[in-house]
């Protein structure tokens, strides 16, 4: 069972109380417990069973502008004494730094809405086993499919942040996962693909079958792939894929790297990046979204934000520190974004792949190729050969290359979007990358 | 080292009896208990910006029945929380019917010193050379707009007991100091990573101003690539520079070569033991047991000693790397290389120090066997998909090379190629192996574990180098 409010409570006025004792002129906490239950099948048989309970705290406190902090994963009191000690202590030690503060208290969440992002039904590993089963056995259908590997886990997690400014404020939220692995093998070669689903509520989970046919009809179809050559050529992003793209945008855009000067976006507010169809959106309050919350790691009530309208860039990414180097208020996204997606295009799926006469289908990157500072961007891929809108062969050892600057003048957005992870993009085309083939 | 009972209501004769009665009748298993302590102090944009001390305790339970896993770890070392674990073990192998292997090898080599790195220096020690980094670099160039540098230490205290109470412990030291800088001129911006680490105190690394050639290598490595031009784009014959690039030997060779994927036949190599997998002349080791590196260590967190693995001899494929699980299904033995980030997560078989050996030729004649082709010197980082072999790694500083010649910087490029065909399109090997300067972390399966590379320069005749330049 995961551990209640009360408890957490208790924990984080106990911490904030020690911070006062030992000399901190402010303080703030975050306690959270997250149990978690997984079943993994190997092969169509039980292959590992894993249980985990972890409890943790963390504590930042301040002494006017020193700030300093610990976290431990040992709640005991004796333990906390010494390491709140040492913590204030080595506040003391720590240089000053004019930014350092809390955030302002007018911005602080004043109520916790109910988003649904907890199911309090509790799944045993029975009934995992008997979801495995049955996707196992969807997902071996085909003889070409050599090895299966899925997993079902259940996650149940609450937390408390509360700060010294009287800020006290979590929730419990859930998670349901179930995911399956295949590799499928011909004379020619061995190929590896996965499916995935993920909810806050069990209900909702994709059923086992779906999963498992999913899975291993992605992994048949790249059997026997082919290296292309070298050329400039339109690049279609598979949703798993394009959704990457958007992280990147929002690492380029967090208020850390546009302070420190160290992102290619930085001074780019109120002037197109995008093409002109292009809108994103931060929502946090979808319910059951897998990134809603009520407030950012510092307590900051986070509302929608549209970042980018109509190809412009409206908003950084803002929290408390960084928002008062750069002279903007903290938008409650210190920890990042909440259920981050770009808006459907005007295309359909099936346009967007007859709309060139050639392009790549990409399902997979492989590599850390993203580079913030200049926005290059270059990483090994693996897809399909396009024409005429019609999968035509697998392709892979290539890899694809451009400048974040470009690409993002020339997207073109399908309008299949679906809210399966945190950050959501639907399907999307690139014209003008390079492909580094033969 | 850690006395994980002492205020603990749970003693250790309990434990040892809860151990003894759940793996009973299982093949393998243990209860391993860790106590870490690390630090963290950054300095960025002029400014101590961080400063945290984490410390972590925590047990995992392990039980293996043939070929299932069952584990469950939690924070809390007490009496309930164990016999808990027990309950979740137990109710995951329903019937078992196997044989607890008691066999475990025993070694007295150490290969660091039982230290705690973060007492070793005041956190005002640590502070003031972090600050005379920045001052250093940014008077050395106008063009400087950014500096960070941060230290990393920690201590890990680890006890594993297995079934009948045999207890094996290590307590391992580990550091790391980094220094990026990022340097904007005419409009253009580029940076410079390069960092040193190992399993020392700091001052092993910090002594005599060493501090200042690490800052030195960050900016320099910035100050080429302000100047690279757009890097090419298509198969040609490439040169790594020793050291740090063998993360090419690790992505596509070395993760291949993990027991688990092979016993799993999810392996690109797992049908080529014996076989001829890379040029004659190449020899790759796995070596856990040199002195201080980042990826050695003096017992596996299955308490089996590690060792010097030899992975490929003269070009054939000779050991896969063995944790205690995939040994056994194997029918071989566990080559002291089962690995976990820590107590939360399972053992999996992992890399530690990964060598490919000195061959006798020069870096320069490499270099004069390429007509056209790219010099890579330092990297980024990498990534393999096992299963299809192919795998890609992140030039940070490389040029260009023309009829023999080193040429122009160009910009950080993907490098794309095929892990069980690569080492067969090595046709020089130099006679200049150098150790990777101790920053490595490999993540495999969300664990993240410290490692080590090394490797002499090596002319390898096709790669693809994703750049934009057709």
């Not at chain 1, 300093?68 to 506040?91: F, G, H, Y």
């Not at chain 1, 850390?368 to 062969?393: C, P, Q, R, W």
């Not at chain 2, 690490?214 to 757009?230: F, G, H, M, Q, T």
């Not at chain 2, 054939?316 to 980030?341: H, P, V, Y």
């Amino acid at each position: 069972m995961v551990k209640d409010q009360e408890f957490l409570e208790k924990k984080a006025s106990y911490c904030l109380g020690l911070a006062k004792k030992f000399g901190a002129t402010e303080s703030s906490v975050i306690v959270n417990n997250s149990v978690s239950e997984t079943v993994n099948f190997r092969n169509e048989k039980l292959d590992e069973s894993n249980r985990s309970d972890d409890l943790g705290i963390s504590i930042t406190t301040y002494i006017g502008k020193k700030k300093s902090s610990i976290s431990s994963s040992n709640l005991l009191d004796d333990n906390l004494n010494i390491l709140i000690e040492k913590c204030v202590e080595t506040t003391k030690n720590t240089p000053e730094d004019e930014f350092n503060s809390l955030p302002d208290k007018n911005l602080l969440a004043k109520e916790v809405k109910d988003l649904c992002l907890y199911d309090d039904t509790h799944i045993e590993n029975d009934q995992k086993i008997d979801y495995l089963k049955k996707l196992e056995s969807a997902a071996s259908n085909d003889k070409k499919i050599v090895n299966t590997e899925s997993s079902f886990t259940q996650n149940k997690s609450n937390f408390i942040l509360a700060n010294s400014g009287g800020f006290c404020a979590g929730y419990k939220t859930s998670s349901f996962t179930a995911s399956s692995v295949t590799v499928a093998k011909d004379e020619k070669s061995m190929e590896r693909d996965y499916e995935y689903s993920s909810k806050c509520f069990l209900k909702d989970l994709d059923t086992a079958e779906e999963l498992g046919k999913q899975a291993a009809d992605q992994t048949i179809r790249k059997l026997s792939p082919k290296k292309i050559g070298s050329e400039k050529i339109a690049i279609i992003f598979d949703k798993r894929i394009a959704k990457g793209i958007l992280s990147t945008f929002a690492s380029a855009i967090s208020s850390s790297a546009i302070s420190r000067g160290t992102s290619f976006l930085k001074d780019k507010v109120n002037q197109k990046i995008f093409s002109d169809t292009i809108n994103v959106l931060d929502k946090p309050d979808i319910l059951k979204g897998l990134g809603s919350r009520n407030f950012d790691s510092e307590g900051v009530k986070t509302d929608t934000l549209k970042l980018v309208d109509q190809g412009i860039l409206k908003h950084y990414l803002i929290d408390t520190y960084n928002g008062k180097k750069l002279n903007l208020k903290s938008n409650g996204r210190c920890g990042g974004t909440s259920n981050l997606y770009f808006e459907n295009g005007n295309i359909s799926f099936k346009d967007l792949l007859n709309s060139k006469s050639k392009s790549l289908y990409i399902t997979e990157t492989i590599g850390h190729g993203s580079n913030i500072v200049t926005g290059d961007y270059s990483v090994g891929a693996t897809g399909f050969l396009v024409e005429n809108g019609e999968f035509k062969y697998p392709i892979n050892e290539i890899t694809i290359a451009g400048n974040f600057k470009d690409m993002f003048k020339n997207i073109t957005l399908a309008n299949d979007l679906e809210f399966k992870y945190a950050t959501n993009s639907p399907t999307m085309m690139i014209e003008g990358m390079v492909v580094a083939g033969k | 080292m850690s006395n994980f009972f002492e205020k603990s209501d749970l003693s250790r004769s309990e434990a040892e009896n809860i151990i003894s009665d759940t793996l009973q009748k299982c093949d393998d298993g243990e209860l391993y208990l860790e106590n870490s302590k690390s630090e963290s102090i950054l300095l960025d944009d002029n400014k101590i910006k961080n400063s945290s001390y984490n410390s972590d305790l925590g047990f995992g339970f392990r039980a293996i029945s043939d070929e299932v896993v069952a584990y469950s770890h939690s924070n809390e070392i007490s009496k309930n929380s164990l016999k808990q674990s027990s309950e979740n073990l137990k109710s995951t192998l329903k019937s078992v019917k196997g044989t607890y292997n008691h066999e475990i090898p025993k070694s007295n080599k150490k290969y660091y010193e039982n230290i705690n790195p973060i007492e070793q220096k005041s956190l005002n020690e640590k502070i003031k050379i972090l600050n005379e980094v920045n001052n250093y670099l940014r008077s050395k160039d106008d063009s400087i707009k950014q500096v960070t540098a941060n230290f990393l230490g920690e201590q890990k205290s680890v006890e594993i007991i297995r079934s009948g109470g045999e207890t094996l412990t290590d307590v391992r030291p580990l550091i790391r100091f980094n220094v990026s800088v990022m340097l904007e001129k005419n409009g253009r911006k580029e940076t410079g990573v390069y960092g040193v680490g190992g399993r020392q105190s700091y001052d092993s690394y910090l002594k005599d101003d060493n501090w200042k050639s690490v800052c030195d290598e960050a900016l320099r490595i910035a100050s080429v690539n302000l100047e690279s031009k757009p890097a090419p784009a298509g198969e040609m014959k490439v040169v790594l520079g020793p050291g740090w690039p063998a993360i090419l030997i690790h992505e596509a060779v070395g993760h291949g070569l993990e027991g688990d994927f092979n016993r799993k036949k999810t392996s690109a190599f797992h049908n080529l033991m014996g076989r001829k997998v890379a040029s004659e002349g190449v020899t790759i080791v796995d070596d856990g047991t040199i002195d201080n590196r980042r990826g050695s260590l003096t017992i596996d967190d299955e308490g089996t000693p590690t060792e010097k693995t030899v992975l490929i001899e003269n070009g054939i494929l000779k050991n896969f790397m063995q944790d205690r699980l995939n040994a056994r299904l194997m029918k071989t033995k566990s080559t002291g290389s089962g690995r976990r980030e820590n107590y939360r997560h399972i053992v999996l078989p992992r890399m530690r120090n990964t060598m490919m050996l000195s061959g006798n030729q020069t870096q320069d004649e490499m270099i004069k066997a390429v007509d056209k082709g790219i010099f890579a010197v330092s990297f980024g980082g990498g990534q393999v998909d096992i299963t299809s072999g192919k795998f890609v790694f992140n030039c940070t500083e490389a040029y260009e090379i023309v009829n023999g010649k080193i040429g122009s910087p160009i910009k950080g490029a993907t490098l794309i190629g095929d892990g069980p065909s690569i080492l067969k399109e090595v046709s020089m090997v130099g006679n200049d192996m150098m150790m990777d300067p101790g920053i490595g972390t490999c993540g495999k399966a969300g664990q993240g574990v410290p490692v080590g590379v090394a490797q002499p320069s090596i002319l390898i005749n096709k790669m693809t180098v994703g750049g934009t330049k057709l």
